[in-house]
């Protein structure tokens, strides 16, 4: 009992170092302040947010760290390069020292990687502690990492609502503090103990209450107004410690169930969790008994040949049936990786889809100044922190759902791959400042909710014992897209540019239109990508789901 409260101490840690490492979120914030002192182009200064998505591709040596280092260490390897990376350049922005430009790039890169090993170190410990609610805990914590922005904005207007220069203070300083608060959880991380059908069922309500409590702090970030701001940053940071009340209700539910349940228990009840009809079926399928005519045949390769009494042939046949994945969970090394069509189909996906979410936020401060709405920045940053959040929230549904209404998890990815092209049409569209509301409230929405299933999707696709090499090898289409769209809208911006006081500033409608019609096609392609991996995938989905279904019953 007490090695189940001490599991999700471990939780509330995770989601604490998640909340307050999203740190690259809040880039808009003072980019324009950097640009300043700097005095760089819009090109150069896309360069710095493409360095600080850059230190994400060097992720993978976290897992090498941990290969010879305990977590903790690693924890605080992290919040150290955080500290130097961000606190160096609050001394530039300060103008109490001076930096040439490669090296602050430098340090972009630094502070982007810190948030890679804080990710690597949370991805562990629920590896770890929630090995049949992996999916459940990783999409639950990585959600808190898209509200950070929304929690630094709240806490900069607490502070000192006029200075730009303090999100990198408490970029520096705040993961570090964190770091220190999730230690002694850390440290007594309770051992591996076999798992059983009731401990199960426990872990789905506690989850189930921890995401009520996700939702109601999404909602009250979203909607604290910006007077009052020390007020309301107090109630988040209590919304975030109610929390740990849960080990609380693990005993008292413990308690009750072996005290007090038996004695008022009805003697003659039962619970059907499936017929004998459906329990025939599952039985035939797992002992393959059962008649098809369609055939499967699986090489040394892992590809899947169809026979069906049919030849069939055409491209849309091969796009669909060659080389698809048989079963979930099958463990792939890096050159099988790469040998597959079906992880370019979700690496595209991501790369047109999530990456251009990210591209967006960083550009969300430029973006609101070409249109005359620098004093809505702040509002914008919150708008896109939260909806992440929600996004990333939504990305339980598949677990949450999978009883009433199943559907591929490639499949819920393509479906959230919608609102981008929508968003990018409604910005292209007009200039009006609740069409850049909606905008990138939807997507915040659709980047959260990659962002956070990708872990598990890459996971079931690709094998669980290989997901922290390949999820790196993913993640790196996160620089890739930096640089290439974040290159497309500064050379359109800078094309668009007048000189004033000292450096090139947009503005009007014609800065960022070529951009968002560019992003907006794109992102279809991304879309389209997705939906060929749905297609693609849907029978491993299937299969695998039929199993557990069985094995459950």
């Known amino acids: 009992m007490a090695g189940q409260s001490r599991k999700w101490m471990i939780l509330m840690a995770s989601i604490w170092i998640q909340a307050f490492t999203g740190t690259n979120f809040d880039f808009s914030a003072y980019s324009s302040e950097l640009k300043k002192v700097l005095q760089v182009s819009q090109v150069e200064l896309n360069y710095l947010a493409t360095a600080s998505d850059l230190g994400k591709a060097f992720g993978w040596s ?11 260490i690693v924890m605080f390897i992290a919040a150290f390069m955080g500290f130097f990376g961000y606190g160096l350049q609050w001394l530039l922005i300060r103008r109490i020292i001076t930096l040439p430009y490669f090296l602050v790039f430098l340090l972009c890169l630094l502070a982007g990687c810190s948030i890679s ?32 922005a929304a929690l630094y904005n709240l ?10 220069d303090l999100y990198l203070l408490l970029n520096a300083s705040v993961p570090l503090f964190t770091s220190i608060a999730a230690l002694i959880p850390i440290l007594r991380q309770p051992p591996i103990s076999p798992l059983h059908s009731d401990i199960t069922r426990h872990d789905h309500f506690i989850f189930i209450v921890l995401n009520i409590f996700a939702v109601i702090t999404g909602l009250y970030l979203l909607l604290a107004p910006s007077n009052h701001a020390k007020l309301f940053f107090s109630g988040a940071i209590v919304l975030l410690i109610l929390p740990l009340g849960i080990p609380g209700m693990v005993y008292g539910r413990n308690w009750f169930k072996h005290a007090i349940y038996p004695k008022i228990l009805v003697k003659g009840s039962s619970f059907v969790f499936a017929d004998a009809d459906d329990l025939d079926l599952c039985k035939e399928l797992l002992d393959g008994n059962h008649d098809t005519t369609v055939v499967v045949h699986n090489d040394d390769n892992g590809i899947e040949n169809v026979q069906d009494g049919t030849t069939r042939k055409g491209c849309w046949e091969m796009m669909i049936k060659s080389d698809r994945l048989v079963m979930l969970e099958e463990e792939h090394d890096t050159k099988r990786l790469l040998c597959r069509i079906d992880f370019w189909l979700y690496y ?22 070409s249109l005359g709405l620098s004093s809505s920045t702040s509002t914008l940053i919150t708008l896109y922190s939260s909806f ?4 990333r929230l939504l990305s339980a549904a ?6 009433k209404l199943y559907l591929a998890r490639t499949g819920w990815l393509a479906i959230a791959l919608v609102p981008t092209p929508l968003a990018l049409l409604v910005l292209s569209m007009t200039e009006a400042e609740v069409a850049l509301q909606i905008g990138t409230s939807l997507i915040g929405l659709s980047s959260g909710f990659i962002f956070s299933a990708a872990v598990s999707i890459t996971s079931e696709l690709f094998g669980p014992r290989s997901v922290g090499v390949n999820h790196n090898i993913l993640i790196t289409n996160i620089p ?3 640089l290439v769209y974040g290159l497309l809208s500064a050379l359109v911006y800078d094309a668009n540019a007048v000189s004033y006081r000292g ?21 279809v392609l991304g879309l389209f990508s997705s939906v060929l991996l749905f297609l693609r995938t849907r029978r491993a989905y299937d299969r695998f789901e039929r199993n557990r279904a069985c094995l459950v019953s």
């Open 117 to 148: 090993w804080f990710n690597t170190v949370c991805f562990v410990l629920c590896i770890q502690n929630f090995p049949r609610s992996r999916p459940l805990a990783i999409s639950l914590t990585v959600s808190f990492n898209g509200v950070s």
């Open 62 to 72: 976290s897992g090498l760290a941990l290969v010879y280092f305990p977590l903790w």
């Open 155 to 164: 806490a900069a207007k607490a502070i000192n609502p006029s200075s730009y």
């Open 348 to 369: 595209f996906a991501y790369f047109c889809g999530g990456t251009i979410g990210l591209v967006y936020s960083n550009n969300l401060g430029q973006i609101a100044q």
């Open 503 to 523: 450096s090139l500033v947009c503005m009007g409608r014609e800065c960022y239109f070529v951009t968002f019609v560019w992003w907006g096609c794109v992102s």
């Open 480 to 482: 890739v897209g930096s």
């Open 398 to 403: 598949p677990d949450f759902l999978r009883m």
């Open 388 to 391: 992440s959040f929600f996004g």
